[in-house]
């Protein structure tokens, strides 16, 4: 075990710690002065992703924001209550109406989800790692198999009581019309495959055991990464490996122990990425990709899908 500084050194440290934030705020890595389309950190397969924006933290610490402030018109006791599996067993109506909310549609992949996207059409995706259960990763066009959702999807579900799997298409139509979904064996109520609290991540969260090794750069993109175990992935690369952080505010281990070759663009995530982008040479891709994308919508919406 390492131990601890001792109280002394205290004030010294932490000077040293914010010299070294201040440095990552600036690009710096033998590409300098930016990320130009010939970065051979950018080029070289597979890299690894981490993004997400931690639906439960977002709950209990940004009032008036996201999931959070749609909470607040449920019948809830308190906006964790939605997440346990306690109350869900009392009450399972307010989850179910999140859960309509939330229904693939109601929202569209952003830019970021797109530039993911692009990665994984260029053969560069290693695998993408997300803390969201909004499903906009599928809905933006990448393959489950190259998806580790954390926090579960609403793409399967399970009876709470017999246990027997449910395909998402089964419990929706009930959902859309405000019944709660009953299994069609012992009507146990049907469970959509998203983790409460307490409950034990996904077996294919293991996967990240054989992908951060193998990693030859991560992408951390709009996280508070503040849960565990989810936060601890971005110490799991090598330590030779670049992990660039696109994100409003300098989180998790990247803000507590920085490390060399870390790459940080603060801010607005969709306007950084777009700007990763460029720097690239990828904007034309882009743009086309995003607008087959939401073609394919546009179709779909005009067929009453
Ligand atoms: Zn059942």
Redesign the pocket.
Known sequence: NQSLPAGGGHGRGRHQHAQRHSRLQVPKHPCAPAWPPSCPWLAPPPCSLLKGSAPFTSLCRSPGTGYYSTLQSYDLPYPEAIFELSFFFHNPKPFFTFAKELYPGNYRPNTAHYFLRLLHDKGLLLRLYTQNIDGLERASGIPASKLVEAHGSFASAT?T??R?PFPGEDFWADVMVDSVPR?R??A?VVKPDIVFFGEPLPPRFLLHLADFPVADLLLILGTSLEVEPFASLSEAVRSSVPRLLINRDLVGTLARHPRGRDVVQLGDLVHGVKRLVELLGWTEEMQDLIQQETGKVRIAESHGW
């Open positions: 009876c009581v017999c027997r299994c064996v012992c146990g």
